[in-house]
C-alpha cells in the first residue's frame, strides 16, 4: 500500500441547478500519508465534502485529484482502485459473512465475470481480516456481532480495497471509548492517507497531522490543529465559548466547551 | 483461530455448497418425475422415464404404453413442468435480485406490482390490440406494462420518500391495485366470451403451456439469468448500502435500474405464459439463504433451482387437491406464500 497526494481545488456543491450551495469554494493540499480530520458542527458540509472525496457527487465546480488523476476524468472502477470508504451505512441482513463482506473490497480489482477471484484477493482479504483482528469471525453473520466488531468489518472491507486514500465518516460514533481509541489508533498507524469526520475535536487535535474546519458550508481554517482549531476559530464555528485549557497530568491542550453568557 | 484455518473451512463450504447443488437436482429430477406423473391419468413413473427417454433417443425402449399415454406425457405435461420449472426459476431469481437492489427483505415482483403490470400489458394484448406481434404480441406487452408499473412504482417511492422497506412494498401494493382495477376495466370492456378464459388465466395457471411457446420463456430465462449470476458481486456490494457499493465503483442508479429493466423482463414473459403467480420470489430466496448463505454467486442459482421445485408442487397440490378439476396455481402460491409473509413479518419483529 502507498499512500497518495489528495489535492482539492476550487470545490463546491448545490444538490440541483440553483439549490442551496452546501459546499463553498473549498482548497486545500493533503501530503501523502497525513490524516486529515475534518471537522465542524451539524450541517456544516462535512458528509457533502466526504461524498466529494469518495466520488458520490459530481462536484458543481472545481477538482478532486488523487495522486493528480481527477477522480472524474477516470471510471468510478478506477477511481474504487484508489479511493476507499467507511460510511456509517448499516448493511441490512443478507446472510453475509464478515468474510464476504470484506471480499467485496476486492470488486474493483475483478474483471470480467464475477467469480471468487484469484490467490491474490484471497491473501489481501486474509491480511486484511487478519490487520483488524478478525480472523475468528470471519464465517459469522454481520448481524450477529457488535457495533465495534461490524466497525472493524467496514474497515477491514475498505483496506481490502488496498486503497491510497481512505475516506472514514465518523469512525468513532457509537463506539464506547476502547473502541474509539482503537480506531484512532489503527488510523495513525496505517501507511496511507487519510481523510475522516470527526464529532470530537479534542480527538480531532490528538490523531490528525491537518484539521479542516468546515461552518456552514465554508471552510475557516486549514493547518495544524494546534493553529486551526484556536479558541476563537471553536467559538465562532460551533456558537459556543470554548476554552483551551492544559491538562497538567499529561501536558496536553484540551478544549472545552460552555454555552455563551448572552446567547443570540 | 489460525491462518491456516480459512482454508480448510474454504474447501468444506465448497463441498457442502456443491452436495447441496447435487441434492437439489436430484430433487428436481424427482419432482419433474411425479409432476408428470401424478394427474387426472396416472402415469407411472417408469412409464415417464420411459417415455421421456425414448424421445431424447427413439427407439432406446421397446413401447409398452399407449399413444395416449405417451401423448399425456409429452405433449401435456413435460411442457407444463418444464413451464413451471421456468416460471418458478425466473420469479424467484427476480425476488432475490430486487431484494438486493432496494436492499428490502420483502421486495416481490408481485409485491411491487410488477407482475400486475404484467397481467395488465396481457390482457391489453388479449381482449384488445389483437396479436399484431403475432406469438409475441402476449410477452411484449407484459414487458412493456411490467416495465411501466416498475417505472411508476419508482417515482412513486421516490415521491413518497418511501425510503424504508416497509413502505417501498405499501408504494408497490398501491400501485398494484391501481393497476389490476385498471386490468379490471380492460376486462369489463373486452368481449364476454373472452372474459372467463381471462379471469381464469390471471389468477394463475401452467395449463397452456405448448412447447411451440416454451422457446420465449427459455430464452429470457437463460439471457436474464446469466447476466444476474455474472453482477453476482455488484449485488452482494448493493446489500451493504448504495454510497458504499458507490465507493467499489458501482454505478448504482444505473445498476438499479439495469436489474428492475431486466426484472420486468422475465416477470412480464413468465407472467404472459403463466398469470399472476405471486410470492415465489418473495419466500424462495429467503429459504436459500437459509442454506448457502447471503453470497449472490450461490443465492442466484440456488433460487433457479428452489424456485423451479417449488412450483412444480405447487402446480402438482393444484391439479390435485380438487381432482380432476385444476384449481389456479396462484391460489396455491398465495396461500403458502401469505403465510410465510406473516411468519416473515414476525420473524423481523423478533430480531
Not at chain 1, 471509548?177 to 480506531?183: A, F, M, N, P
Not at chain 2, 456443491?18 to 441434492?23: G, H, K, P, Q, Y
Not at chain 2, 402476449?138 to 417515482?155: D, M, R, W
Request: overall charge positive; charged content about 15%; proline content about 4%.
Amino acid at each position: 500500500m502507498t499512500a497518495a497526494r489528495l489535492t482539492v481545488k476550487d470545490l463546491s456543491w448545490s444538490p440541483k441547478r440553483g439549490g442551496d450551495t452546501l459546499l463553498h469554494r473549498t482548497s486545500f493540499d493533503l501530503g501523502a500519508g497525513r490524516v486529515l480530520g475534518i471537522v465542524g458542527p451539524n450541517g456544516a458540509g462535512k458528509t457533502t465534502l466526504l461524498r466529494l472525496l469518495y466520488r458520490f457527487h459530481r462536484p458543481v465546480t472545481g477538482t478532486v485529484c488523487v495522486d493528480d488523476v481527477d477522480i472524474w476524468t477516470v471510471s468510478a472502477r478506477a477511481t474504487a482502485q484508489r479511493v476507499a470508504a467507511v460510511l456509517q451505512e448499516q448493511p441490512s441482513d443478507f446472510a453475509l459473512t464478515v468474510g464476504e463482506i470484506v471480499s467485496l473490497g476486492r470488486t474493483p480489482h475483478r474483471q470480467g465475470f464475477a467469480g471468487t477471484g484469484g490467490a491474490h484477493d484471497a491473501t489481501v482479504v486474509h491480511a486484511a481480516l487478519h490487520q483488524l483482528d478478525l480472523h475468528g469471525l470471519a464465517h459469522r453473520h454481520l448481524g450477529t456481532l457488535s457495533g465495534g466488531e461490524r466497525q472493524r468489518v467496514m474497515v477491514a472491507r475498505a483496506l481490502a480495497q488496498e486503497p491510497r486514500l481512505l475516506i472514514l465518516d465518523e469512525p468513532t460514533n457509537h463506539l464506547d471509548i476502547r473502541h474509539q481509541l482503537e480506531v484512532l489508533d489503527l488510523i495513525r498507524g496505517l501507511p496511507l492517507t487519510i481523510v475522516t469526520s470527526l464529532h470530537d475535536l479534542n480527538l480531532a487535535a490528538g490523531v490528525c497531522d491537518d484539521v479542516l474546519l468546515l461552518k456552514g458550508g465554508r471552510p475557516i481554517g486549514f493547518g495544524p490543529p494546534a493553529t486551526v482549531l484556536s479558541e476563537t476559530a471553536v467559538s465562532d464555528a460551533f456558537r459556543v465559548d470554548a476554552r483551551r485549557e492544559r491538562l497538567l497530568p499529561s501536558d496536553v491542550d484540551h478544549l472545552t466547551f460552555h454555552l455563551n453568557a448572552n446567547r443570540s | 483461530m489460525n491462518d491456516t484455518a480459512a482454508h480448510p473451512s474454504q474447501t468444506k463450504r465448497a463441498r457442502a455448497t456443491v452436495a447441496l447443488a447435487l441434492f437439489g437436482l436430484a430433487a428436481l429430477a424427482v419432482s419433474v418425475s411425479f409432476a408428470i406423473s401424478v394427474g387426472a391419468v396416472q402415469v407411472p413413473l417408469s412409464t415417464v422415464w420411459s417415455v421421456l427417454l425414448n424421445k431424447v433417443s427413439p427407439g432406446l425402449i421397446e413401447q409398452s404404453w399407449s399413444q395416449g399415454r405417451e401423448a399425456i406425457v409429452w405433449e401435456i405435461r413435460f411442457p407444463r413442468a418444464l413451464l413451471a420449472m421456468m416460471v418458478g426459476a425466473g420469479l424467484a431469481m427476480v425476488g432475490a435480485s430486487l431484494q438486493a437492489v432496494t436492499r428490502n427483505p420483502l421486495a416481490d415482483p408481485h409485491l411491487l406490482g410488477i407482475s400486475s403490470g404484467g397481467a395488465f400489458g396481457a390482457i391489453l394484448a388479449l381482449l384488445h390490440t389483437g396479436l399484431f406481434l403475432g406469438l409475441l404480441t402476449v410477452p411484449f406487452l407484459a414487458f412493456l406494462g411490467a416495465l411501466g408499473a416498475t417505472a411508476i412504482v419508482l417515482v412513486v417511492s421516490r415521491f413518497a420518500e418511501a425510503t424504508s422497506a416497509d413502505r417501498l412494498v405499501l408504494a408497490g401494493v398501491a400501485v398494484s391495485f391501481i393497476i389490476m382495477s385498471g386490468a379490471n376495466v380492460l376486462i369489463f370492456l373486452g368481449d364476454p366470451r373472452a372474459t372467463h378464459t381471462v379471469v381464469f388465466w390471471m389468477l394463475g395457471g401452467l395449463g397452456l403451456a405448448q412447447w411451440s411457446q416454451l422457446i420465449y420463456p427459455l430464452a429470457i430465462l437463460l439471457v436474464c439469468g446469466v447476466w444476474l449470476v455474472s453482477r453476482a458481486s455488484a449485488l452482494n456490494a448493493m446489500t451493504v448500502g448504495d454510497e458504499t457499493a458507490s465507493t467499489l465503483g458501482i454505478p448504482v442508479a444505473r445498476f438499479r435500474l439495469t436489474v428492475f429493466v431486466i426484472g420486468a423482463m422475465i416477470t412480464g414473459v413468465m407472467v404472459a405464459f403463466s398469470g399472476i403467480i405471486g410470492f415465489v420470489g418473495l419466500m424462495v430466496p429467503h429459504v436459500v439463504r437459509m442454506f448457502v448463505g447471503g453470497d449472490y454467486l450461490r443465492v442466484l442459482p440456488g433460487s433457479a433451482l428452489v424456485g423451479a421445485i417449488f412450483l412444480l408442487w405447487a402446480d402438482i397440490a393444484a391439479r390435485t387437491v380438487m381432482a380432476p378439476e385444476d384449481i389456479p396455481i396462484g391460489i396455491v402460491t398465495g396461500l403458502v406464500g401469505g403465510v410465510f409473509f406473516i411468519w416473515l413479518l414476525g420473524r423481523k419483529r423478533a430480531t
